[in-house]
C-alpha cells in the first residue's frame, strides 16, 4: 500500500518542475477532470487516518468567478470498506480556494450528496418467528461534507495539473433509529487537470 502511495504522489507532483509563468488559469478547459485516491474511515475527525480503505473519486467543477477562488464541485467516489461496507457518494461542494505563495493554494469547501452505505455481510430478519436472509443490502443517506485541501497549480503549454491533498468530514444522517448521525472521514490525493 505504501508503494501505491508513493507511486501516486510522484505522478501528481511530477508536474511541477515544468511550470510555465506567462499561462494564466483562464488559458485552460472550464471543465477540468478532477481525479482521486480515497482513504476512507468510519471515524471521527482526526481520530483516524488510517490507509486501509481505498476508494476512487471523478468529478468536475465549475468556477463561479474569473479569478477561480469560487467554485462549485461535482463528485462520485467508490470507497472500499470491508469493516463497515463498500460506499457509493455522490455530493456537491460549494468551494472557496484562496491562493498562498505563488501557485499554491489552500481550500475550504461544504457541500450535500448521496451516500449509499452497503452492508458488509449478509443481514437477517426476523419473519415469522425465522430468521430469514435480506443479502447485503444497504442504505441510502444523506451526507453533509465539509474539508480542506492543500494544492499546487502546475502550468505548462498543454494543459494545467493542480495536485492536491484534501481532508473531508462527513455526516451521513439516517443510519439508524439508535444512531441519528454517522460521522466518516475521507483522506484524498488527487489532481484537477484542466485540458486546452
Known amino acids: 500500500m505504501v508503494r501505491i502511495i508513493l507511486i501516486t504522489l510522484l505522478v501528481l507532483f511530477w508536474s511541477i518542475s515544468a511550470k510555465s509563468q506567462e499561462l494564466e488559469i483562464g488559458d485552460y478547459n472550464k471543465l477540468p477532470l478532477v481525479v482521486t485516491i480515497q482513504f476512507h474511515s468510519l471515524a471521527l475527525p482526526f481520530s483516524d487516518l488510517g490507509l486501509s480503505n481505498f476508494g476512487i473519486g471523478l468529478g468536475t467543477e465549475v468556477n463561479w468567478n474569473k479569478d477561480h477562488t ?98 473531508d468530514f462527513l455526516l451521513a444522517s439516517g443510519y439508524s433509529r439508535s444512531i441519528p448521525l454517522v460521522p466518516e472521514t475521507l483522506l484524498q490525493i488527487g489532481s484537477r487537470i484542466h485540458f486546452k
Open 70 to 167: 469560487l467554485v462549485q464541485k461535482f463528485g462520485i467516489s467508490w470507497l472500499g470498506n470491508q469493516s463497515v461496507g463498500n460506499r457509493l457518494i455522490l455530493s456537491s461542494q460549494f468551494s472557496w480556494r484562496p491562493r498562498l505563495i505563488d501557485n499554491f493554494f489552500t481550500e475550504l469547501k461544504f457541500g450535500a450528496g448521496y451516500l449509499r452505505a452497503n452492508r458488509p455481510t449478509d443481514s437477517f430478519k426476523l419473519i415469522n418467528g425465522a430468521w430469514e436472509p435480506i443479502g447485503r443490502k444497504g442504505k441510502g443517506m444523506l451526507a453533509i461534507p465539509i474539508g480542506v485541501s492543500l494544492g499546487y497549480e502546475n502550468f505548462s503549454e498543454n494543459h494545467l495539473f493542480a495536485p492536491f491533498v484534501s481532508y
